[in-house]
């Protein structure tokens, strides 16, 4: 199985007071290529969460490696992997699209809440891992 | 002078409770639209900055006509114009992709400051009427 | 009457790569005292967005008149009067705490819109002006 | 020692279309409680940064336990900790002020990086631990 890239650029509102991407920001960018990665299979987040089926973030792991520029562009990876019954976990990076250094890397852990707030995986994210 | 344009998509962090794009995220996508405008006549908003030519908006008027929702492309442009001896104007639109429906319409006018704090045009910007 | 306004101090995430607080931030804060100010009358925009009461910005005048920095503290003023039969309009100020100095100035044009999309003004919002 | 706690209070645009505070945002509320926190000990990281000490995140570890809705109160608590010789590591948990649960549980480390992108660990850190 191929990795799931998408490329991004820094915008310069993305930027702090050290001019560098802010930490917060970096989390914005891994949700966001991990939603494409659930469009490239056909899936949607806004429409599972129309449809009830609400992911949750569980747990986050990020190391800061390197920090992203005003107009840096930057591809982010997404790996699905289980790591529980009930959780599925996706591991990512940020390599700059010039230089190929990596930026960052994080394990982002992820379930569903079901309607009274219990966890599960729904078969809709179990495909995933296929 | 044909217009620039610059192609985004909404992002699903950058909805809020209401599932739309939040309003003062739309000011992140004109100023970006209009740094992408720099940018393509060799002009780098972080440079200036970096070179202590500070650019300020002085006056936003934004006319919010429709609502972007998750994944929906669109196109901002930017068409500048004078607007006083020290202040120069940015006329933007964001159209919808999909439907070239028009979804908001701004007028964002700017000015820089010197070290002393009073407003000026700088040579820079100048060159952008031309 | 006297005027509404909420206290609110910059945090350091707010400020962009020229030190200051970021254009689309200001909006942040002026829709947060004008929630404030709803709760103060017994409405929750939240809890309106979840009975089906969309409460949407058709306009903003913005004037940016100085720029807040880090740890400033400011209070935020939010005046309604009635703009047409089915426009709400805000006038709002941002003023800074320790200097009196006003920062920003501001006139924000909301309206309701019902399940068809069609603009009306809720009675529950009416009120507001009483 | 006392443990330090900083009292916020979720604004609306902070939440998503899950009507929850988006992920990305705990990461803010972490970091200004963090800042909040040098300022209690005489420290402004504007300052620091504005002296050329620049303090970085290196990684973060962030278990989210429970969202937060529209206007929950809750509470900050900073702990600094030595994770190593040149780096300074914040325990740090989010508690809903009404219920007193714990939403949120994180490992923020850090340094500092030297003019030549070397990391050390400033003396100016260092009194946090006394």
Known sequence: MSLFKHRMTVRDYE?????VVNNAVYQNYLEHAR???LKSRDLDFARLTA???IVVVVRAEIDFLR???SG???DVSVAPVMDSRIRLAFNQTIVHA???E????ARIITTAVNARG???LPAALQVLLG
Chains 1, 2, 3, 4 share one sequence.
């Open 15 to 19: 930027c702090d007071m050290q001019g």
């Open 102 to 105: 990596q930026m960052l890397r």
């Open 67 to 69: 920090s992203l520029r």
């Open 51 to 53: 449809d009830g089926i």
């Open 35 to 37: 939603h494409e990665f």
């Open 98 to 100: 010039d230089s190929g």
């Open 118 to 120: 219990r966890p599960y």
């Open 72 to 74: 840096d562009a930057f």
